[in-house]
T-cell receptor, first 107, second 118 residues
Framework: DAKTTQPNSMESNEEEPVHLPCNHS???????IHWYRQLPSQGPEYVIH???SNVNNRMASLAIAEDRKSSTLILHRATLRDAAVYYC????????FGTGTSLTVIP | DGGITQSPKYLFRKEGQNVTLSCEQN?????MYWYRQDPGQGLRLIYY???????QKGDIAEGYSVSREKKESFPLTVTSAQKNPTAFYLC?????????????????FGPGTRLTVL
C-alpha cells in the first residue's frame, strides 16, 4: 500500500533546527517525495519535493536517504509560524494526506 | 493575484438540507479536487476533475455531488444522503499529471469551508 509513516507529533524550541522524518519504504526509483504543511484552520501548502539528492528552498531542506526509503524535512530555525502539521506524500498516491506530524514550537 | 478561493469560510445548515460549497481558481489549472478533513485526521479525497465536463469519484464520494462546467469553478454539493457532513472541506487545483521531470504537480489549496450541520 502506497503510504508513508511519520511520527504523530514533535516539539522544538524556537530558533532551533527541526528534523521531521518520514518512512516511504515502497518508493520506486523514479518517484518524487513531496512535503506539504497545514497551518491551523488553513488549507495545506506545498513545502518542497525531491528525488534523490538533497534539496533546498526558502522554506526548508529535504534530505533523502541513499536507499530512498526515508526522507527528512529540515527546518533550519523553527519559528512560531512554523507550528503546523507536516505531511509527507507518497509519490504514487498524491491524494493521500495522512495524519502527518504535528509540530509544536516552544517559545 | 492568482489563487484559489472558497466561500463561505463557515457554513451552518440544518440536517436534511442540501448545501453547495463554492470553489473558484484563477490559476488556469485544468485539475481540481475536493477533500474532506475531520478533526485530528488527514485529508480524504471526495471527487476530482482533470478537465472541464469530466470528474471522478474519490475515496468517499457517497453523499456528495460535483459539477465542472467551467475551468475556473468546481462546486461541491453535500446532499442529505451524507450521513455525517460536519467537517472541514478543502478544494485544491493543479496542473494535471506530472511535470517534465516525472514528478506530479503541486496542488494549490484554498482556505477551506467549515461546514456544521445542526
Amino acid at each position: 500500500d502506497a503510504k508513508t509513516t511519520q511520527p504523530n507529533s514533535m516539539e522544538s524550541n524556537e530558533e532551533e533546527p527541526v528534523h521531521l522524518p518520514c518512512n516511504h519504504s515502497t518508493i520506486s526509483g523514479t518517484d518524487y517525495i513531496h512535503w506539504y504543511r497545514q497551518l491551523p484552520s488553513q488549507g495545506p501548502e506545498y513545502v518542497i519535493h525531491g528525488l534523490t539528492s538533497n534539496v533546498n528552498n526558502r522554506m526548508a531542506s529535504l534530505a533523502i536517504a541513499e536507499d530512498r526509503k526515508s526522507s527528512t524535512l529540515i527546518l533550519h530555525r523553527a519559528t512560531l509560524r512554523d507550528a503546523a502539521v507536516y505531511y509527507c506524500i507518497h509519490p504514487t498516491n498524491q491524494f493521500y494526506f495522512g495524519t502527518g506530524t504535528s509540530l509544536t514550537v516552544i517559545p | 493575484d492568482g489563487g484559489i478561493t472558497q466561500s463561505p469560510k463557515y457554513l451552518f445548515r440544518k440536517e436534511g438540507q442540501n448545501v453547495t460549497l463554492s470553489c473558484e481558481q484563477n490559476l488556469n489549472h485544468d485539475a481540481m479536487y475536493w477533500y474532506r478533513q475531520d478533526p485530528g485526521q488527514g485529508l480524504r479525497l471526495i471527487y476530482y476533475s482533470q478537465i472541464v465536463n469530466d470528474f471522478q469519484k474519490g475515496d468517499i464520494a457517497e453523499g456528495y455531488s460535483v459539477s465542472r462546467e467551467k475551468k475556473e469553478s468546481f462546486p461541491l454539493t453535500v446532499t442529505s444522503a451524507q450521513k455525517n457532513p460536519t467537517a472541514f472541506y478543502l478544494c485544491a487545483s493543479s496542473i494535471p499529471g506530472t511535470g517534465a521531470a516525472g514528478s506530479y504537480n503541486e496542488q494549490f489549496f484554498g482556505p477551506g469551508t467549515r461546514l456544521t450541520v445542526l
